[in-house]
């Protein structure tokens, strides 16, 4: 499992039961970035299996059609961003208009279907599960990775400058994040894999959580 951080955003490389999937694949232009860490870890983009996308933002979707086009992986993302991803519906937009020039720079990265839409807890390939977590974008999904007991966040918690959820401007619906922290604290998980800032432990997502 590899973390890189991408223009401010993380994206991981993960093999699970014998299936390499890649969790977000950085903003656009990240690709160089994203071949160096394969070409590490002895792999190529036809490795890869499947594309896990926690959200619909392009600073963490921005590569995942490139790297689906080259490595034929399936594209998994929340049912309610599916459309957003694929350019048909609207962009979520931030909460207020000092960070609406961020978020039309984040809008500009290649649209793609997505493959796999989730709706419900599943099981995906390799034996990771992907959960809904709603509030930084409806259709907003963290994954589990069990044999590691961790789990990539995506943006439902942030680490900047210190661990907190996502930011409310940031964040289509605060309450519901704060439900999803509450939901993924309960995974009991022992590793916090974050998008936006290091990794914590699971224990400091558990205190969070009961703060929150």
């Known amino acids: 499992m590899l973390g890189s951080a ?3 955003s993380a994206l991981f490389l993960v093999e699970h039961r014998g299936v390499f999937s890649v969790i977000d694949t950085g903003s656009h232009r990240a690709f160089a970035r994203i071949a160096s860490s394969l070409r590490k870890l002895g792999r190529r983009p036809e490795d890869i299996r499947q594309i896990v996308l926690t959200h619909c933002h392009g600073d ?4 995942a059609r490139r ?3 080259l490595s034929g992986a399936i594209v998994v993302a929340g049912e309610a961003d599916a459309e957003v991803i694929a350019g048909r519906a609207t962009y979520p937009g ?7 020039t961020l978020y ?3 809008e500009r990265f290649p649209r793609l279907e997505v493959g796999r839409r989730v709706a419900v807890d599943e099981e995906l390939e390799g034996g990771l599960r992907a959960i ?6 409806q ?3 963290s994954v589990l990775i069990p044999d590691a007991s961790a789990v990539a966040v995506g943006d439902a918690v942030w680490h900047l ?5 996502s930011w409310k401007r940031f964040t289509q619906d605060p309450d519901q994040n704060a439900e999803s922290v509450h939901r993924l604290a309960d995974l009991g998980a022992d590793r916090v894999l974050i998008a936006h800032g290091s990794s914590v432990s699971g224990e400091r997502l558990r205190d969070l959580a009961r703060g929150t």
């Open 132 to 137: 809904p977590t709603p509030g930084h974008t």
């Open 104 to 106: 039309r720079l984040l």
């Open 139 to 141: 259709g907003h999904i």
């Open 94 to 100: 931030p909460r207020d208009r000092l960070a609406r």
């Open 6 to 8: 991408f223009a401010a």
């Open 67 to 69: 790297l689906a086009e």
């Open 60 to 63: 963490h979707a921005g590569e």
């Open 161 to 165: 400058p210190f661990l907190r959820p």
